[in-house]
């Protein structure tokens, strides 16, 4: 979601904070043939903008629409970005617009919406997941996961953990997960799900190869997991202090655990070396 408290740049015109409108008759708006991309927006520096726009040119060719397109959308965020006063999480929309018109490309911004301090609680939510391969694209079509998020929120957890026809547990409705077993990182295929994230990528990454499983993980697989992770591009890294929807509700360390406080580190010094490099030239 974005805030009307903020201003919106919409097909090449930047609007004052409540005033930006698409059409009615938007692709978007009424088939949800839309792709988006969330990014943070801090201390004058635009995260890894570039693997966001990689990712929409990925997800915009599955709704049919052609690459290039009109805006260069680098600097349309960049633009977009000179008008605010502060810190923001930022949103990139694009839909298939007005029939014959061509696609619609929106820019607008929201506050950062910080995860618990001391780490989060999570509810295992088991619902239906439908097409694996249409959840692997980061589009408005989110229903699924805004209502179990909801639920999650009724129960007193902070996010909702999702999983497929069969019960495995593939991602968080606003995050990719980690588990700590024996040591090592385990984290979902996308093949099974879950949607390829910016800050899921970055620490597989940074880690070695030898310490991280890509695995299916299931309700046995949290019961006994030392450390669970949330990841993505505002909250960065979110450790889990609680596991509700188990047999039994399951404690976890939280930014206590190891694997947290050592991934938090790797996250850290990517964005040092990201904001150094883009700073300097220029770029944010």
Known sequence: MISEDYPTWINGMIHAPGEGRVSPSDQGLHLGLAVFETLLFEDGCVYFLERHLDRLRRGSTHIGLEWPLKWDLRLAVLEYCRELDGNAAIRITLTRGVPDRGPTLIIGARDVSRPPQEGARVLIVRESIGSAALAQLKSTNRLRHV???????????????????????????????????????????????????????????????????????????????QEL??????????????????????SLPGWSGPMAASLHKSVEA????????HLEAGDD
Do not use: H
């Open 147 to 225: 209502l179990a998020r909801e639920q999650a929120l009724r129960r007193g957890a902070w996010e909702a953990l999702l999983t497929t026809d069969d019960g495995e547990i593939f991602e968080g409705s606003v995050s990719n997960i980690f588990a700590v077993l024996d040591g090592r990182l385990v984290t979902p295929p996308v093949e099974r799900g879950c949607l390829p994230g910016i800050m899921r990528q970055i620490i597989l990454e940074s880690v070695s190869p030898d310490a991280v499983t890509i695995s299916t993980l299931r309700d046995s697989d949290l019961a006994r997991t």
């Open 229 to 250: 992770l949330l990841t993505n591009s505002t909250g960065r890294i979110t450790p889990v202090i609680e596991v509700l929807g188990l047999e039994e509700r399951k």
């Open 270 to 277: 990517e964005e040092a070396k990201y904001r150094s490099l």
